[in-house]
């Protein structure tokens, strides 16, 4: 049975409609979804109930998933403002971005099954191989992310599983690590959308203005 894995679709639900079509003419019957959901697109809703229809699928949480849950945020911050003032546009779009999702989400009643995602996903393959799926790097949302330089021992252990193949969206290298090890997963939604590129304010903020530090 092949598996289909996705990451940040970051609610743009016509990029993720063109993956599922995409993966279901090479026969993918399972899924799962890693994390960066909802934020910064504009259809978040649909976006969850396109992926909550999907077959075997399961899901993680991701860094955006905790923006749009609690009142964490990713840079600049209000201290950064106040050194930086130039920077408080960029402030107000974050702020406005998250707040308008989280009450889309909510008003359609899918803030719960957000809340209850895991920060992982697991399973065995025929060989033996135990197979874990995360956002960034096990067992949180965030950190380091499972790329090239990092020690399959290290891994191991984080995951507490040995025999590791693992998956994560924070590699940045698609492939870049050996098979049997890891696979980076690209962007689906914002990062490499031509329309939020040509027009996103959004995209823009994403990453930190130069001389802020990404927590």
Do not use: N
């Not at 229809?53 to 990713?74: F, I, N, W």
């Not at 209850?116 to 950190?143: I, K, Q």
């Not at 696979?183 to 903020?205: F, I, M, N, Q, S």
Request: net charge negative; glycine share 12%; proline share 8%.
């Amino acid at each position: 049975m092949k598996l289909g894995l996705v990451s940040d679709i970051h609610g743009h639900r016509h990029a993720l409609e063109a993956v599922v079509a995409d993966a279901a003419r090479h026969g993918v019957e399972r899924w799962w979804a890693l994390g960066d959901l909802v934020a910064i697109g504009p259809e978040p809703v649909q976006t969850l109930e396109l992926l909550a229809k999907l077959p075997a699928v399961q899901v993680t949480s991701g860094t955006t998933e905790r923006y749009v849950l609690t009142e964490d945020r990713p840079p600049p911050y209000p201290d950064d403002v106040i050194t930086r003032p130039e920077l408080l546009d960029v402030y107000g779009v974050i702020q406005r971005s998250f707040a308008w999702t989280c009450g889309a989400v909510a008003a359609h009643g899918w803030l719960d099954w957000l809340r209850d995602l895991p920060l992982e996903v697991r399973t065995v393959l025929p060989d033996g191989t135990a197979v874990l799926g995360v956002h960034a790097s096990p067992g949180r949302d965030d950190g380091e992310g499972i790329t090239p330089h990092r020690r399959v021992e290290e891994l191991e252990r984080g995951a507490g599983v040995s025999a590791l193949a693992a998956a994560s969206r924070a590699s940045g290298a698609p492939g870049a690590m050996p098979v049997g090890l890891g696979a980076g997963l690209d962007d689906v939604g914002v990062e490499r959308d031509p329309v939020a590129h040509r027009h996103g304010r959004l995209a823009r903020w994403w990453r930190p203005p130069p001389g802020i530090r990404r927590d």
